[in-house]
């Protein structure tokens, strides 16, 4: 779990509603050095600063949805999928192509594009970016990050929020979320079985209620989705791979789908399943509640701007017949 101090920034208020909106998941550590910024990543690593960070390189979504809810612009960003969220009308729009690149892939990032950018801050993605920290040694802390609830996303905003000394913007940004969803909770009739599935082929797998995804869906719709067996989830991030024969048994009222291509053209997942009989045989396909959503946002983004954008679609969906 994320775990901050921010000495010289963060008030007991502030502190208090973290703690209200997210459980017991903050941990206050032992005092670093008196007007010091604090923060402790997935990983364990404790990382201090002087000075608020101000240059943020990202090199995952999740850190672009970070940056646009404090009011930020990363001074750098990976490619792919960084890039295309960055652009969305949500995020930088069209200042999201000017951002400096990072170059390589996702899970080798550019280590001298990252010198290059000078980061106070690069901030990564647990189990992919670990290696960073030895590459930028000396240069640059690498935050590994990994939320699996919405509650995480949240500590991870006033965490962040308080390094960089906007607690303010953070408080504001986790608030709107909150209300959103809680608004959404209150609106629906939670009656619609709902699924967010994912892949790059017929070989699919499905968010279920303790990933991300689904901790928000589960508030909103019916979600019976779980991890039955550990096995199938051995990194606990709700996500298990699946069939149409166990889909068929459930039968679904709507499906999101979060497709992701590696290959200029690829049909989306809905289009490659379309090519099975059993798909056909689902309900929410033959209703038309099949949904092709932005994976970079829905899949990858994370932070609560994306699941803000997550609970707007799927409750005009879901229920097009609510105001």
């Not at 970070?66 to 990976?78: K, N, S, V, W």
């Not at 290696?131 to 590994?144: D, K, N």
């Not at 082929?201 to 869906?217: E, H, Q």
Request: glycine share 10%; proline share 6%; net charge negative.
């Amino acid at each position: 779990m994320m775990r901050f101090t921010v000495l010289s920034g963060v008030t007991i208020a502030v502190l208090a509603a973290v703690l209200s909106a997210c459980g017991n998941g903050v941990a206050v550590q032992s005092e670093p050095p008196r007007g010091s910024l604090s923060i402790v990543d997935d990983t364990g690593e404790a990382l201090t600063f002087a000075k608020p960070v101000e240059r943020i390189a990202c090199v995952v979504s999740l850190c672009i949805d970070l940056t646009a809810e404090l009011g930020m612009e990363p001074i750098a960003i990976g490619e792919s999928g960084v890039r295309t969220i960055a652009m969305q009308p949500e995020f930088y729009g069209e200042k999201g192509r000017s951002f400096a690149s990072i170059g390589g892939s996702f899970f080798e990032p550019n280590v001298e594009d990252l010198v290059a950018a000078k980061p106070d801050l690069v901030i990564g993605l647990e189990g992919v970016h670990d290696a960073l920290r030895e590459g930028l040694s000396g240069i640059a802390p690498v935050l590994l990050v990994n939320p699996v609830s919405y509650s995480e996303s949240v500590e991870l905003l006033m965490a962040v929020g308080g390094v960089t000394g906007r607690t303010k913007e953070a408080q504001a940004s986790a608030d709107a979320f909150l209300a959103k969803l809680e608004e959404a909770k209150r609106k629906s009739p939670k009656d619609r079985k709902a699924l967010i599935m994912y892949g790059s082929d017929v070989n699919f797998a499905i968010v279920t209620d303790s990933g991300l995804g689904g901790t928000v869906l589960r508030e909103i719709a019916a979600y019976p989705w779980k991890v039955n067996d550990p096995s199938e989830d051995p990194f606990g991030e709700g996500a298990i791979p699946y069939s149409l024969e166990k889909l068929l048994a459930e039968n679904p009222d709507a499906i999101f789908v979060e497709s992701y291509s590696f290959q200029p053209g690829a049909k989306q997942l809905s289009e490659q399943l379309s090519q099975l009989p059993l798909w056909s045989e689902l309900k929410a396909v033959q209703e038309g509640k099949v949904a092709e959503v932005r994976s970079p946002i829905w899949g990858d983004g994370r932070g609560t701007r994306s699941l803000g954008i997550m609970v707007d679609e799927a409750m005009a969906f879901l229920y097009p017949e609510l105001p």
